[in-house]
């Protein structure tokens, strides 16, 4: 079965204090692996997808990596605009074609001003 | 270009009432997938279609039901609600095959008194 473990579930940061989130994940055949944005009472916001180890991509404050077994979100010199939570997902095609998402449960991040 | 739109925005059912959610995806997208996220809590995979045919579904009991018109909007449909139903329930789009970005709607607040 196809886990996604989100790491920490709570973090608070000062603004300008970069950090890290850690999403670890174990499928049968990774096709890609999404982050999102949430805002409180609000769908996901599409951040990134990555789709092999050792692939990069970034926006603005966000930098997001991948490896074989886990991906990191690097927010550098977050703002209090950045506060909300974010999910991990990932995506493994069925033969079916099923394309769904199994997500971790998110982290809650809050930036201090 | 709008994006993924759902109706209602929010609703209240009593026990045993039967409730329906409707998704409209991006212009051009023919893939719609249904998600259930229970607070605090990552979204749960509940149906996919695309082309009006179901192409996965998740472990939810028979009660839930879902169906993709011509112009490629869906419904979810829940019978007998529970007060375990209560959840915002979020319908994604893309254009389908792996590649492609999953975008998310705002949901539908559904709360089960």
């Known amino acids: 079965e196809d886990q996604v473990t989100q790491s920490p579930e709570a973090l608070r940061l000062q603004e300008g204090e970069s950090s890290s989130l850690n999403c670890s994940y174990t499928v049968s055949g990774l096709r890609g692996l999404f982050w999102y944005r949430q805002d409180p009472g609000k769908g996901p916001e599409f951040l990134f997808t990555?789709?092999?180890a050792g692939e990069e991509k970034e926006k603005e404050r966000l930098k997001a990596t991948l490896t074989k077994k886990e991906s990191f979100l690097h927010i550098t010199a977050p703002k209090p605009e950045d506060s909300a939570t974010y999910l991990c997902a990932v995506q493994v095609l069925t033969n079916f074609g099923n394309e769904k998402l199994t997500f971790g449960t998110g982290t809650r991040l809050t930036i201090i001003p | 270009d709008a994006g993924v739109t759902q109706s209602p925005t929010h609703l209240i059912k009593t026990r045993g009432q039967h409730v329906t959610l409707r998704c409209s995806p991006i212009s051009g997208h023919k893939s719609v997938s249904w998600y259930q996220q229970v607070l605090g809590q990552g979204p749960q995979f509940i149906f996919q279609y695309y082309e009006k045919e179901e192409r996965g579904r998740g472990n939810f009991p028979d009660r839930f039901s879902a169906r993709q018109f011509p112009n490629y909007s869906s419904e979810l449909n829940v019978n007998a609600l529970l007060l375990g139903d209560s959840a915002l329930y979020l319908c994604?789009?893309?254009?389908?095959?792996?590649?492609?970005?999953?975008?998310f709607g705002e949901g539908s607040w559904l709360t089960v008194v």
């Open positions: 990555l789709y092999s």
């Open positions: 994604a789009s893309t254009l389908r095959g792996s590649g492609n970005t999953i975008y």
